[in-house]
């Protein structure tokens, strides 16, 4: 919905299909009249409704973007009858993890093969399809880095003046979250609260991204607060009050909410993955904590983070990373990169998007 809103902002004229019936344009604008993001979407696009008549109407010169693989193999069919046939993959992860290996992680996989024109979250989940021959070259494949506003930081004092350490740990144990390695990360807390990492100061403990679990639970004996679900304005202004955080992400895109930390003077803990190894990590940002793949591993990086915390010139002087500051500035020029012609002109070819 960021990239449909720059390319509106850019006066293109862009579609919305929708898979399932769920009521008319008036209708979905008065449901979701509380976020301001999808409503603007919507209020600007055209709608056309797969879940109604199964039957498409397109413009013979419209681009067909797909954001999943299912809504690909959707696009795939629909673009033969189109003057430029190809289709756009909106990549956001690398799908085929999601499955064991069946049927199903071989049809996320197959389309790679149609032929897709690429639009990728990060160079790295880019540079992972190629290392998995999934990109041939000279194919069309443009990237973007998510943007993530910037942080107000705290200074030095305040820092040191704190009375109370925070961990915070991005928790999700839900069947769709497994890649964020929820299991792992208890187990690295359970094994570092254990070697006493937390007993020189008063700490507190939360996590944030479930409501799975309560509003508090037990780990060895400390108690864990349950963040309740906030607005992303929220979130960025209470990231900066915690001293200590993990996001641990088993999977090739590299996540978001650890940059989110470390940009917040957060010393952040995470996983190697493949090309993520503790190299790249550390050259984006001195915040980052690289653990090891074994249990371990990750209950050192921990221990390790928390004895890093109180270095807190550092904490601030490594508050970057590599994003842009606004999603207006990650897809600025991004359509400089896309070779279809509906990118390029107001003559009525439309950037019809899967939702």
């Known amino acids: ?145 998510q943007g993530i506003p910037p942080c107000v930081l705290p200074d030095v004092a305040e820092l040191a003046g704190r009375k109370v350490r925070k961990f915070l740990f991005y928790g999700r144990p839900e069947d769709h979250a497994k890649r964020n390695l929820y299991t792992i990360a208890i187990m690295a807390l359970e094994r570092a609260i254990a070697a006493r990492a937390f007993s020189n100061e008063p700490w507190e403990f939360y996590m944030l991204g479930s409501s799975a679990m309560g509003e508090t639970f037990s780990v060895q004996g400390r108690e864990v607060k349950c963040l309740p679900r906030m607005g992303y304005v ?43 190894d503790a190299d790249w990590y550390a050259g984006i940002s001195g915040n980052f904590v690289v653990g090891d793949a074994t249990g371990q591993g990750m209950a050192a990086a921990l221990i390790e983070g928390a004895r890093k915390t109180a270095d807190y010139e550092n904490r601030l002087r490594e508050a970057h990373s590599f994003h842009p500051d606004s999603w207006h500035e990650t897809f600025t020029g991004i359509t400089d990169q896309l070779s279809h012609r509906a990118f390029h002109t107001n003559d009525g070819a439309k950037v019809a998007c899967s939702a």
């Open 234 to 276: 929220d979130y960025l202004s209470v990231l900066p009050g915690f001293d200590l955080g993990m996001c641990l992400m088993y999977a090739p895109h590299p996540s978001v909410p650890p940059f989110e930390m470390v940009r917040a003077g957060v010393v952040t803990v995470v996983n190697r993955y493949k090309s993520r």
């Open 1 to 145: 919905f960021q990239f449909i809103t720059y390319l509106q902002s850019e006066n293109l004229a862009t579609g919305l299909i929708i898979q399932k019936n769920t009521g008319t344009k008036d209708e979905l604008l008065l449901a979701l009249k509380g976020n301001a993001l999808i409503h603007n979407v919507i209020e600007k696009a055209e709608i056309e409704s797969l879940g109604v008549s199964r039957t498409l109407r397109l413009g013979a010169d419209d681009a067909l973007v797909a954001y999943n693989w299912t809504t690909a193999l959707i696009a795939q069919k629909a673009g033969k009858f189109l003057n430029d046939p190809h289709f756009y993959y909106f990549a956001q992860e690398d799908e085929r993890i999601f499955y064991p290996n069946d049927s199903t992680r071989f049809m996320a996989e197959s389309v790679f093969h149609l032929g897709p024109r690429l639009i990728c979250n990060s160079g790295n989940l880019r540079d992972h399809f190629k290392a998995e021959g999934l990109i041939p070259d000279g194919a069309e494949c443009a990237v973007f880095e």
